[in-house]
């Protein structure tokens, strides 16, 4: 590591903000090095505002059922292979009794686009979820939606909405979308979640096909400017059965070294060490805490669609039985200095 690059973490570290010319020669010059420092330094400013606490978050993949084409994904409608599911509302309460007993505090809904799933029926579930549990937090990921129905669902109750961006270039998205799906209508979704007033995830892929530096740093600039409550990150795996089914993946280190950029550039997000970090390597997970991330989603889908979900090769699935794996997690989370704890979790604001 050179002093540039050394001044350069200093100047993130400290005031949160590096022009694009700067992150793209961090990114350039990313060596052990280098890394190390920055997850340092994003260690420490996760520490003022989240001290060793880590979250969690009940995943719960309401449908593999989708209208989308993307690309990358193996859930996509030209998958033929894949095995269609669609919980009930039954079995998604059921999921979330399991979940609250095993001290979750927030439920994710995440699936395809699924037209079974209309404001009309989403509102009813999520009023049933809050009156059962009035002081959880319901996250919904459900993709692309009228404005009029992200308000509807948010007035019955929804708290959060992860919508990742995927990317912040028009042209990189355009190469892992087909035509009829539109970057100007991802960002203006997003936009429409955050004037709703709902707390608002975005995130990329890393290594994507085609990905290059260039496209990482309007990532790390579209997060920066938007300040997004949560950000998911990790890296693209490919799926046998997609348009990218020989591409490779992304890895480990890149996906690490962004985690710890993102903790500096926005302190106060909530950062997952997300499930694709875990599957691409067996200590990923806690690498990825190590990095910066304070967040871990484990799966509460019923065991018989688990494997179903699967939006690329051999995508971990520790579900079967919830509460040894979360037992697992805790010990794994102690064993590098961290704590697993219920609640909400909110995001927490940062001041320097
Ligand atoms: N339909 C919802 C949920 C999509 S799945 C939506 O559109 O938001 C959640 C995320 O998984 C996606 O946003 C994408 O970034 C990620 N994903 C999909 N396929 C992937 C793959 N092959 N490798 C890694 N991540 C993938």
Request: charged share 25%; aromatic share 8%; proline share 3%.
């Amino acid at each position: 590591m050179n002093q540039t690059v050394e001044g350069l973490i200093e100047k993130l570290a400290q005031e949160h903000t590096l022009e694009t010319g700067e992150l793209a020669i961090l990114l350039k010059a990313r060596d052990k090095q280098a890394a190390e420092l920055l997850r340092q330094s994003a260690d420490n400013v996760r520490q003022r505002v989240y001290g060793r606490q880590i979250y969690i978050r009940g995943l719960i993949e309401v449908s593999n059922i989708c209208k989308n084409d993307c690309y990358y994904c193996g859930i996509r409608k030209s998958n033929g292979y894949c095995q269609r599911y669609r919980l009930t509302e039954e079995e998604i309460l059921t999921c979330c009794q399991e979940g609250y007993d095993l001290g979750f505090r927030t439920f994710v809904l995440q699936g395809g686009e699924d037209g079974y799933f209309t404001d009309q029926r989403l509102c009813s579930l999520i009023e049933e979820i809050k009156k059962r549990y009035a002081h959880c937090a319901i996250t919904l990921s459900l993709g692309e939606r009228r404005r009029e129905s992200y308000q509807r669902l948010f007035d019955a109750g929804a708290d959060r909405y992860l919508l990742r961006h995927e990317t912040a270039t028009k042209a990189h998205y355009q190469r892992l979308h087909p035509p009829e799906m539109s970057y100007e209508n991802r960002m203006d979704c997003l936009m429409a979640l955050r004037e709703i007033g709902y707390q608002v995830g975005c995130g990329f892929m890393v290594g994507s096909p085609g990905q290059t530096i260039d496209h990482l740093v309007a990532d790390l600039k579209f997060i920066e400017a938007f300040q997004p409550d949560m950000c998911g990150i990790g890296p693209f795996i490919s799926h046998r059965d997609t348009p990218f089914a020989c591409q490779k993946a992304g890895t480990l280190e890149m996906t690490c070294y962004l985690l710890s950029i993102v903790r500096l550039l926005a302190p106060g997000v909530l950062l997952p060490s997300t499930t694709a970090l875990g599957t691409i390597d067996p200590k990923g997970r806690e690498q990825g805490i190590l990095a910066g991330a304070n967040v871990v989603m484990p799966n509460l889908s019923p065991s018989s669609v688990g494997k179903k979900y699967e939006l690329y090769d051999n995508k971990l699935y520790t579900g079967q039985e919830s509460a040894q794996h979360l037992e697992e997690l805790k010990q794994r989370m102690e064993a590098i200095g961290y704590e697993i704890v219920t609640g909400r979790g909110d995001a927490k604001t940062y001041r320097i």
